[in-house]
């Protein structure tokens, strides 16, 4: 018997002699590409994730604090700090002195905080303005390199309680006993 001239079993080894080769060629590629996605998803998950901001200390305080959290599942490498701008120093300390924005921070591993003081928000509403950016330049494992801006409003913690609720028990509790004295 023949097919296309050719005897039955000359075909199927012309056959399997093009279809083993060309199978080979595509496993090969398809297991390329799966490394290469399974690097990168890899490396996804390793990605450190750097957030910046200001919070309050407190109800009636009128100090912020800067905190710097790293919030994803990889360490982040020479992480350094700037800011846009000088801000009033706060006791005869200079913020730019501090180490993080001088030497930086060699290794800040996942889940790692940082908070300290930054400054009088209502002070700095009246001599440095109402935004400030502050950077964060970091590497990763693989030493790419990350630069964020994290542009905060110091106004936007405005209207935050500026007077203790016991401060008006107290003020309360002080007119009645006056009351009462009077009485």
């Known amino acids: 018997m023949t097919f296309l001239g050719m005897s039955v079993s000359a075909f199927a080894n012309l056959f399997a002699g093009i279809v083993v080769p060309v199978g080979t060629v595509l496993s090969v590629i398809i297991s390329r590409q799966s490394v290469v996605e399974?690097?990168?998803l890899r490396q996804m998950q390793d990605e450190p994730r750097i957030a910046v901001t200001l919070w309050q200390q407190g109800p009636v305080s009128p100090f912020l604090n800067l905190w710097i959290e790293n919030f994803g599942t990889g360490a982040a490498y020479d992480l350094r700090l700037t800011i846009?701008?000088?801000?009033?120093?706060?006791?005869?300390r200079n913020l730019l002195d501090l180490g993080i924005f001088v030497h930086g921070i060699p290794c800040f591993p996942p889940g790692h905080q940082m908070v300290f003081l930054f400054g009088d928000r209502t002070r700095m509403l009246q001599t440095s303005g109402r935004t400030v950016t502050i950077s964060a330049t970091y590497r990763t494992f693989d030493q790419a390199l990350h630069v964020?801006?994290?542009?905060?409003?110091?106004?936007?913690l405005a209207g935050m309680i500026q007077r203790s609720p016991l401060d008006d028990i107290a003020n309360g509790l002080s007119t009645i006993g006056r009351k009462l004295v009077g009485f």
């Open 84 to 92: 846009d701008r000088e801000i009033e120093p706060l006791n005869n």
């Open 38 to 40: 399974a690097r990168k």
């Open 148 to 156: 964020e801006a994290f542009p905060i409003d110091i106004e936007s």
